[in-house]
């Protein structure tokens, strides 16, 4: 670990609100634990909060209780969060009787009541899902990106992405046959998607945290890594804190640290904080399995059997092609 910030060579972990740690662990009810950290103190506040579509961590309730519940949370949130701070809201869909509600849409008239600007809808498109039978296969969720005021942090040159023609020249004017990019990148835009190949298209690749992801955990919905790292690198400077208000196994404590930031995560659920103790730890050796930062998603070359279009459907197309031809009575 580098030591030139100060930073411990292994991450000091409390599980009490402590400036003087790394990393502070809570396992308390979110509303209880925002209620005892201290104001005008986080740079970064970035979570996936519970849905309300009765995940095994949470009790389904109705629209406007849950609503008004996260609203309270927004509103100690806000209190929290620095003067020159974000904060990103990364959410999916409601669904009620097969109707679908975009959390995005009503999280937005909380945060902007509370006075937040909205300064990104990014999209976080992946590739995989259930299949949906009555309406198109959900692929993609949301993270609203709210800043406090107009003074706020913005590496862009952090979080950079290969230009796709780095070799393109100025045409015309006083930089006629000078290169017209950025040598560290360009700016990887507010779409980041797992299918599209960042190294071609320019758009971020992040592939969401399932089975074969090295990532994964017990936990059913874990933030990637590098989806938090993101943005931790675009709107923090070391050494600043972090927090995640439903933290689960702590992916955005191990994004901070991993960027010598310092972070408070909470969750009630003892077995995901213990897990986020470990991952830690397990990070902090050097045994945690965590997808690089811009490392290009995996594609399938074709010639794998899963890319295969299988036997049966081959035969039984060739079969309808046949009978479809009067073929099948054809004396050849
Ligand atoms: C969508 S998950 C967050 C997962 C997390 N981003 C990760 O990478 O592991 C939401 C988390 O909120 C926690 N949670 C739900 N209700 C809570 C409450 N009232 N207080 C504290 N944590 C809560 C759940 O235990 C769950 O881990």
């Given at each position: ?311 049966q459907w081959v035969q039984e197309a060739n079969a309808h092609y046949r009978t479809e031809n009067g073929l099948w009575n054809d004396p050849d």
């Open positions: 670990m580098d030591l030139k910030l100060g930073f411990r060579a292994s991450p000091t972990i409390s599980r009490l609100f402590d400036h003087a740690s790394d990393c502070v662990i809570l396992q308390d009810d979110t509303l209880a634990a925002c209620r005892g950290l201290p104001s005008d103190f986080f740079k970064l506040i970035i979570t996936s909060p519970p849905y309300n579509i009765g995940k095994q961590y949470e009790k389904q309730v109705g629209l406007e209780d849950y609503l008004a519940w996260q609203a309270v949370i927004a509103s100690e949130l806000v209190r929290a969060l620095r003067v020159d701070g974000s904060l990103c809201w990364q959410v999916g869909n409601f669904v009620h009787d097969g109707e679908v509600f975009p959390l995005d849409i009503v999280f937005h008239p909380i945060f902007k009541q509370l006075g937040l600007k909205l300064r990104n809808r990014v999209v976080w498109h992946f590739e995989h899902g259930l299949h949906a039978s009555k309406r198109f296969s959900g692929r993609y969720e949301t993270l609203l990106w709210f800043t406090k005021t107009d003074q706020y942090t913005f590496n862009l040159d952090s979080v950079r992405v290969p230009s796709k023609y780095p070799g393109k020249l100025h045409f015309k004017g006083d930089k006629r046959g000078q290169p017209s990019g950025n040598p560290l990148g360009k700016n990887p835009s507010d779409f980041w998607s797992s299918l599209a190949d960042e190294w071609d298209q320019g758009v971020w690749e992040i592939p969401n945290v399932k089975a074969n992801h090295p990532e994964k955990t017990s936990h059913p919905c874990q933030f990637p890594i590098e989806l938090v790292e993101r943005c931790v690198l675009a709107l923090t400077d070391p050494r600043d804190w972090v927090l995640d208000p439903f933290a689960g196994v702590g992916s955005s404590l191990i994004a901070a640290w991993k960027n010598e930031r310092r972070s408070v995560g909470i969750d009630r659920d003892p077995t995901y904080c213990a897990l986020a103790h470990e991952r830690l730890m397990d990070f902090d050796a050097g045994r945690l399995k965590i997808r690089p930062i811009g490392k290009p998603v995996h594609k399938p070359s074709g010639r794998e059997k899963v890319a295969q279009l299988p036997m």
